[in-house]
Every structure is written in C-alpha cells, then in structure tokens.
C-alpha cells in the first residue's frame, strides 16, 4: 500500500480529505490551497497535518511535479444560476468572461504544470453548456453527473471530470430528511396566519407566500420529512432550509443536519484553530463553509475507484 501525494485546489473545508479518509486511502502530504481564513481554521482542527499553501493565482504548481492526485472545484456563483447575496453579479455564459473562468484556468495551469497521475475536477451541473463543452475541452474528459441524493438527503447535482477510470453511479441509500434531523425544541416554530392562508401543497415541500409576492422564494417552503432537501447554499441557509413537522409545525435548521446532508461528520465545522489556538466558529460562518463544499460520500465513492495499490482496505462507499 502506497500513502498518497494530494494538490487540492479551492480546498474549503477539506471535504476531499474526509473522502480520502472515508474511502480507505492514507496521505502522505496533502497540499492545500485556499484563502478563507475559517475554512482554514475548520480544516486545521480536523486535519492539522494539511499544508496550507496560500492563493492558486500566485502558487508554482511545478513544484508539485508528479504529484498521485489533484483534485478541486473552482468556485461557481458566477456560472451558476443558482441566487444568493452574489446574484447582482452578471452570469457568465461564456470562456473568458470573468473570475468563474479565470479561476477553472488556474486549475488547468495546475494540471499542466503539477502532471498528476489522477485529477478530480467538480462544478454545478447548471453552468452553460457552452462552459461546459470547454471545460471538457480544457480536462481532456467528458464530466459525470452525480446526484448527492443518492447517498445523502440532500439533491445536489454535480458535475465531476476525472481520469480515475471506471466510475459508476452510487447506489442509492435511500436516505431522507427525517434520517437526519437533530431533535431540538428551540428550532421549532409554528404557523401563522401569513402561512395558513397561503399555503399550497407541491410534491416535496409546502409553499406559502410572506412576501405578497407569489410562491417562488425558497425561504418560503417547508420540506417533506419523507423526501429531500434542496441544494444547500452558502448564504441565508437558515431560510432556505424549514422542515415540516405535521400539526401546523415546523422546524429551521441547524448546522449539524447541514452537514449531515453534506456527509460530513456531526460538528465538524464547530471549531477552528486560529493561531494555535482553538476558537469556535459561528453559526453563520459554518452554514457557508459547508454549503461551499463537497458531498463528501460523492467524492469517497469516486476515489474508491483509484488503484488499490493507495488504499488501506477494500471500503464500502
């Protein structure tokens, strides 16, 4: 069994060493690089082994020369449709039209200069299929779409390009709202007039219309606990994340059901470490850490298919 050499870009919180971890493979040195200081913190107090190597805009990849395994997901507000406090940024539809491309070109600087053995690279499946063919083009592979629902109780789909040969669909573990909720009374809240008399049913969710507005805003709907939860965001994920209870109740979220619909470990974003010292990350801050990265059981049953020589033992993903 060989330990493995890891370029992480747009690292976040680490997700992809969880992956590793959960999927059966041991590192040996694992380089990151990112700039947010709490998704740092978050990923020194669970992996204080990481090397945290600064910005991908300034960084010498040739020094990771032959590295086993680079893997990242350039951020994707600007290409994604998808709305938050960002959303008065222009969308990109095109290469070259801003920071979304500017920084998948530093992922492909990585890959040409670092020339690893395996590469992972990840985007929203909601980014124009102009974008989509170049980056295909650029990766020299055709991505994989993989839904997190089908190992987690969140739908999130993804798109994943990748040399790691052989890849399947995850086997759907069937898993649902109600198998990660975290049973606190002081998230449960009750209806009101506003929502009683505008209520509408749909399929996975309860609608209803605060604003006058119509019923289109996410913050306006109360989830089924026997289906799915949507795509969790990295901003104002309080509101865009209410479970209906039955008998006129619901509850808000938490952040460790958030990061249950992301796979993570329960409170694995509750702390930080910041300058050797342990410091407790907030509420809100540990919403747009997780909602930044990975369905790590994604990643792990992709990585499961990496040559045995780097794993440990045979793992079920």
Not at 65 to 77: E, F, H, Q, R, V
Request: glycine share 6%; aromatic share 10%.
């Amino acid at each position: 069994m060989e330990k493995i050499n890891v370029l992480s870009l747009f690292d976040g919180i680490s997700c992809g060493q969880v992956a590793l971890q959960r999927a059966g493979i041991e590192v040996e040195n694992y380089y990151a690089y990112e700039i947010e200081p709490n998704a740092i913190s978050i990923t020194q107090k669970n992996f204080p082994n990481t090397i945290q190597c600064g910005d991908v805009t300034t960084a010498d990849f040739t020094k990771h020369n032959g590295i086993d395994l680079l893997m990242g997901g350039s951020p994707c507000t600007n290409f994604s449709q998808a709305k938050n406090h960002t959303a008065k940024i222009k969308k990109e539809t095109d290469i070259n039209e801003g920071t979304g491309w500017e920084l998948f070109k530093q992922y492909i600087r990585a890959l040409h200069e670092a020339k690893p053995k395996y590469f992972l690279y990840e985007n929203n499946y909601r980014i124009s299929q102009k974008i989509i063919h170049n980056m295909s083009l650029k990766l020299g592979v055709e991505p994989i779409l993989i839904n997190s629902g089908l190992v987690s109780a969140q739908n999130r789909k993804r798109l994943y390009w990748t040399n790691i040969p052989n890849i399947t669909q995850p086997k759907d573990k069937g898993i649902l709202i109600k198998d990660i909720i975290v049973h606190d009374n002081s998230l449960i809240k009750y209806f009101d007039d506003r929502i009683r008399n505008t209520l509408i049913k749909s399929t996975n969710y309860i609608k209803y219309d605060l604003g006058g507005k119509g019923h289109y805003s996410q913050q306006d709907r109360l989830y089924f606990l026997d289906g799915k939860a949507p795509t969790i965001p990295k901003s104002r994920t309080e509101t865009k994340f209410n479970v209906y209870l039955g008998n006129e109740t619901y509850k808000k979220t938490c952040p460790i059901e958030v990061e249950r619909l992301q796979t993570l470990p329960d409170n694995y974003t509750e702390y930080g470490i910041k300058n050797g010292e342990l410091v407790k990350i907030p509420k809100t801050k540990r919403f747009e850490a997780v909602g930044n990265g990975w369905t790590v059981d994604v990643i792990a049953h992709i990585f499961s298919f990496l040559p045995n020589e780097y794993k440990i033992s045979e793992v079920d993903v």
